[in-house]
């Protein structure tokens, strides 16, 4: 990884220019770098690609820009696994800066993972778990993006268990009494990270999982899953704990999970893109996730470079 990492005096010698001239290029947004640990770094793919790019737009005539040039510019697409705290950082984002549009779409881990191998989204919210490891998104991440890198960068950890209807009238203490009594389940969509979970405990019990009531139920968000339990059409779901208190309801943990946010190259050095993993590091981040029940700040902004064959850290 160091020798496709540029340092600003590398990136400065490589273009022939002064290295204040590089930081004017940074100022006004033309230049493709990040800071890390508060020193600018250099893709040297993606600067290569950047004087490629100069280039031909040097050379080719003028024409009309789209007039939905400027929008893709300053838009963040989000897709994959929704999340509490997401929802409230895309938010706060929208409001600090108003020059940018981030939006999200609902979708699973594993579409989440499509849409962004695919570049319909900029970002994907994920949490795999593989099953054979019990390692968290690399597997997956790594096996969608055979021929290049891929970022994940941890949003926070988070507490994943039984939503139950307020009291416990049931008595349910592990997964184990939902199997025993039968209850009805609110279940998740396939290619869902709580639905890979619940797949994975369940084959700790000599049971069919089809012949749980409810099994083959196919909720969007952890939300739907509470809101069914709440009103009486499911008996327990699995999801986070603060939706769970969100509503009222009874919850008991199973599993703390990583919450990843995945990108590639080509999209992590867009300056919209920038300013929001810069509000990932944030304190005010950190701040949030301290008063928001189930979520841990213990590798929140923690950034790792997956491949086919290798991830590092």
């Given at each position: 990884?160091?020798?496709?990492?540029?340092?600003?005096?590398?990136?400065?010698?490589?273009?022939?220019?002064?290295?204040?001239?590089?930081?004017?290029?940074?100022?006004?947004?033309?230049?493709?770098?990040t800071r890390v640990t508060g020193r600018w770094v250099f893709s040297r793919r993606l600067v290569t690609e950047w004087i490629e790019a100069w280039s031909r737009e040097t050379v080719?005539?003028?024409?009309?820009?789209?007039?939905?040039?400027?929008?893709?510019?300053?838009?963040?697409?989000?897709?994959?696994?929704?999340?509490?705290?997401?929802?409230?950082?895309?938010?706060?984002?929208?409001?600090?800066?108003?020059?940018?549009?981030?939006?999200?779409?609902?979708?699973?881990?594993?579409?989440?993972?499509?849409?962004?191998?695919?570049?319909?989204?900029?970002?994907?919210?994920?949490?795999?778990?593989?099953?054979?490891?019990?390692?968290?998104?690399?597997?997956?991440?790594?096996?969608?993006?055979?021929?290049?890198?891929?970022?994940?960068?941890?949003?926070?950890?988070?507490?994943?268990?039984?939503?139950?209807?307020?009291?416990?009238?049931?008595?349910?203490?592990?997964?184990?009494?939902?199997?025993?009594?039968?209850?009805?389940?609110?279940?998740?969509?396939?290619?869902?990270?709580?639905?890979?979970?619940?797949?994975?405990?369940?084959?700790?019990?000599?049971?069919?999982?089809?012949?749980?009531?409810?099994?083959?139920?196919?909720?969007?968000t952890h939300l739907e899953v509470a809101t069914a339990v709440a009103e009486g059409r499911a008996d327990v779901?699995?999801?986070?704990?603060?939706?769970?208190?969100?509503?009222?309801?009874?919850?008991?943990?199973?599993?703390?999970?990583?919450?990843?946010?995945?990108?590639?190259?080509?999209?992590?050095?867009?300056?919209?893109?920038?300013?929001?993993?810069?509000?990932?590091?944030?304190?005010?981040?950190?701040?949030?996730?301290?008063?928001?029940?189930?979520?841990?700040?213990?590798?929140?902004?923690?950034?790792?470079?997956?491949?086919?064959?290798?991830?590092?850290?």
């Open positions: 990884m160091a020798g496709d990492m540029l340092s600003t005096r590398e990136v400065a010698e490589y273009l022939g220019i002064h290295e204040k001239q590089v930081y004017r290029l940074l100022r006004a947004g033309r230049l493709p770098g080719k005539p003028r024409q009309a820009e789209s007039k939905y040039a400027s929008v893709e510019q300053h838009q963040i697409i989000i897709a994959g696994s929704d999340d509490l705290l997401l929802q409230i950082l895309l938010r706060e984002f929208n409001r600090r800066h108003p020059a940018y549009l981030a939006t999200s779409a609902s979708l699973t881990s594993t579409a989440g993972i499509r849409a962004v191998r695919e570049r319909r989204a900029h970002i994907a919210g994920i949490h795999l778990l593989d099953p054979k490891g019990g390692e968290y998104n690399r597997a997956p991440v790594a096996a969608a993006f055979p021929t290049q890198r891929a970022l994940l960068v941890t949003l926070s950890h988070r507490q994943e268990g039984l939503i139950l209807p307020h009291g416990n009238p049931r008595r349910v203490t592990d997964l184990g009494d939902v199997v025993k009594l039968r209850l009805r389940l609110a279940n998740r969509e396939i290619g869902s990270g709580v639905r890979t979970l619940l797949d994975h405990l369940l084959s700790r019990y000599r049971v069919g999982k089809r012949s749980l009531p409810g099994y083959e139920t196919a909720l969007t779901g699995v999801g986070t704990l603060a939706v769970a208190r969100s509503l009222g309801l009874e919850f008991v943990p199973l599993a703390w999970e990583r919450y990843d946010l995945l990108t590639t190259d080509e999209a992590f050095y867009r300056r919209p893109t920038q300013a929001f993993f810069e509000m990932v590091k944030s304190d005010w981040l950190r701040q949030l996730i301290a008063r928001l029940p189930g979520y841990d700040a213990r590798e929140t902004a923690l950034l790792s470079v997956v491949q086919a064959d290798t991830a590092t850290v």
